[in-house]
């Protein structure tokens, strides 16, 4: 089955820039989406279509696609972007989708 | 607003079945897909599949099907997450999401509460 792979975790101190990646073989045909998930709470979608912010998410958080890779950008980093992030795609289909495995962002 | 009101928790024993709902307001229940998606304790999320509430078509994850049926009510703007033969690996919250705009396909952007099911002996 489809696999979308992220690191699991990124450490970057307060106002430098997080970049977070994720491949997957059918990145050169598929959206990339990026979900933003707090300890307890449900996950809120802040990037879709690669890199088109929902609206009321800061514009410090980007993403971009290339290849086989979209990579999450979230530039001046703060402490309450402290989550766990998740990027989520569509295999060939366009039918099944999964989420990647997680990356652990720590901001200190 | 967009409100999506998930049934509570629930514990059952290995090989039963569980059926979590998913009640919808707020938006024209038919416009939109509904996706299911699972977190177990300490791991990420895992879709499940997607329904479409208009007309009842599905697709489930490969690693599910076969033990998922999603459902709905239109009557009650509700959708329904089945699975059966249950196992120690299947304790997670289940989360619905609403797709984020009419006629898109399992790109969820609205989720309800989440529902914890655990499953022990």
Redesign the interface.
């Known amino acids: 089955?489809y696999e979308l792979t992220q690191p699991p975790s990124l450490s970057v101190s307060p106002g430098q820039t997080a970049r977070i990646t994720c491949s997957g073989d059918a990145f050169p045909l598929k959206y990339a989406?990026w979900?933003q998930?707090k300890s307890g709470q449900?996950?809120v979608?802040i990037i879709?279509e690669d890199n088109i912010r929902?609206s009321g998410i800061p514009e410090r958080f980007s993403g971009s696609r290339s290849g086989t890779m979209a990579t999450l950008t979230i530039s001046g980093a703060q402490v309450g972007d402290e989550a766990?992030y998740?990027c989520?795609s569509?295999d060939s289909s366009?039918?099944?989708?999964?989420?990647?495995?997680?990356t652990e962002l720590t901001v200190l | 607003q967009v409100q999506l009101l998930q049934s509570g928790a629930e514990v059952k024993k290995p090989g039963a079945s569980v059926n979590v709902s998913c009640k919808a307001s707020g938006y024209n229940f038919d416009a939109y897909g509904i996706s299911w998606v699972r977190q177990a304790p300490g791991q990420g999320l895992e879709w499940l599949g997607w329904i479409n509430a208009k007309t009842g078509s599905t697709y489930y994850a490969h690693n599910v099907q076969g033990r998922v049926t999603m459902s709905t009510d239109k009557s009650t703007k509700t959708v329904f997450i089945e699975l059966r033969s249950l196992t120690s690996d299947d304790t997670a919250v289940y989360y619905c999401g609403r797709d984020r705009v009419p006629g898109a396909t399992g790109r969820p952007d609205s989720w309800g509460q989440g529902t914890l099911v655990s499953v022990s002996s």
């Open positions: 089955s989406y979900y998930q449900a996950p979608l879709y929902p766990d998740y989520y569509t366009g039918y099944f989708w999964v989420f990647g495995g997680g």
